[in-house]
C-alpha cells in the first residue's frame, strides 16, 4: 500500500476517534446533568407530596408549599401560543425565500436571517420592557403590560429564524420533478406549493416547528423580563404569572443548596430539561421516519 493511502487512512481513523470521542463526551455530560438534577430534585418529595408539586397552584416555600403547577402551565401556554404565531409567520417567510423570492433578495434575506439568530435574548427582553409592555398597557388598557401575551410576542419573534431556516432547507430539499409534473398536469404555482411542495418537506416543517417549540420553552431572559414573575396561575392574557426557567433564575440566587426550596427549583430544571429531551426525540423520531420513507 502506498504511503498516501496509509496516511489517508491513519487521518480517517483519528478523525473518527476524535468525533467518537465527542459524542461520548456529550452523551456523559447529558446524563451527568439528569442525574445531577435528578438526585438533587426528587428529594423534593421527602417534603413534599408529588400531586402537590405538579398539581397544585400555591407556591409560598416561607409556608412551606412548593406548588408548581402554576409555573409548568405558564411555560407550555406561553410556548403554544408563541408558535401559534410565530410559526405559520416562519413557514411563509421560508416559503417567500424558498420558492418565490428572486435571487437576490434570497441572497440579502439568509445572511439577514442568521444574524437575526445571534441577538441575545436579553435584547428582545429589553425592547420587550420598553417598547411591547407599554404598547399592550395602552392600547389594550390594562393595568399593567407585562403578562402572557407579551412573553408569547416576544417568544415568537425569537423562533422566526429557527423556524425560517429549517424550514427553507426543507422546501428546497423537495425534488424539483415534482413541482414541474404538477405544473405539466395544469396545476397552478401556487396550488403545486400548497399541495405538492409543502405535503413533501412536511417532515421538514415539522421539525423545524418543534425546535422553535424546544428554544421558546427554554428562554429564560427574554421572558423573565416581560412575563412579571408573579407565582399565581395565569387566568387571562394580560395576568402576569412565571414560567419554569424564570421562576428558577429569579430565586436559585437567593435559596440554600440542599434545602426543600432549593431541591424543588431542581426538579423544576429536571422537569424542563425532560421536556426538552422528549422534544428532540421526537424530532429524531420524525427525522428517521422520513429517511425511511426517502
Known amino acids: 500500500m502506498k504511503k498516501y493511502d496509509l496516511d489517508r487512512l491513519r487521518n480517517e481513523k483519528l478523525a473518527k476517534n476524535i468525533l467518537l470521542c465527542s459524542a461520548a463526551f456529550l452523551t456523559v455530560v447529558i446524563i451527568a446533568l439528569i442525574v445531577f438534577m435528578g438526585q438533587q ?48 409567520i416562519g413557514v411563509m417567510g421560508a416559503v417567500f ?38 404598547a399592550v398597557r395602552e392600547y389594550f ?28 432547507d426543507a422546501l428546497l430539499s423537495v425534488p424539483k420533478m415534482l413541482e414541474e409534473g404538477s405544473v405539466a398536469l395544469g396545476a397552478t404555482y401556487w396550488q403545486t406549493i400548497w399541495h405538492i411542495v409543502l405535503p413533501a418537506a412536511k417532515p421538514g416543517i415539522v421539525t ?22 408573579t407565582p399565581r396561575l395565569a387566568d387571562s392574557l394580560f395576568s402576569p404569572t412565571s414560567t ?11 435559596t440554600p443548596f440542599g434545602s426543600t426550596w432549593g431541591n424543588a427549583l431542581f426538579l423544576m430544571a429536571l422537569v424542563l430539561l425532560l ?9 429524531r423520531k420524525i427525522s428517521a421516519k422520513k429517511a425511511v420513507e426517502a
Do not use: H
Not at 423545524?208 to 412579571?228: F, K, S
Open 41 to 88: 430534585g426528587l428529594q423534593t418529595f421527602t417534603d413534599v407530596s408529588p400531586f402537590e408539586f405538579f398539581f397544585s397552584t400555591k407556591w409560598n416555600p416561607d409556608n412551606g408549599q412548593y406548588g408548581a403547577f402554576s409555573f409548568i402551565f405558564g411555560s407550555l401556554l406561553v410556548t403554544f401560543l408563541a408558535i401559534l404565531v410565530g410559526g405559520p
Open 97 to 134: 425565500m424558498a420558492k418565490l423570492a428572486p435571487k437576490w433578495v434570497c441572497e440579502i434575506m439568509k445572511p439577514a436571517v442568521n444574524l437575526y439568530m445571534a441577538i441575545p435574548s436579553v435584547v428582545y427582553g429589553f425592547i420587550g420592557l420598553t417598547v411591547v409592555v407599554p
Open 141 to 168: 388598557g390594562v393595568p399593567v403590560g407585562f403578562g402572557i401575551l407579551t412573553a408569547s410576542f416576544i417568544l415568537s419573534i425569537m423562533i422566526l429564524p429557527t423556524v425560517i431556516s429549517i424550514s427553507t
Open 208 to 229: 423545524a416547528i418543534i425546535l422553535g417549540m424546544a428554544r421558546a420553552i427554554g428562554e429564560t431572559m427574554a421572558v423573565q423580563m416581560v412575563i412579571g414573575n
Open 244 to 254: 419554569l426557567p424564570s421562576e428558577i433564575v429569579v430565586e436559585m440566587g437567593n
Open 275 to 283: 421536556i426538552s429531551l422528549i422534544m428532540i426525540l421526537v424530532v
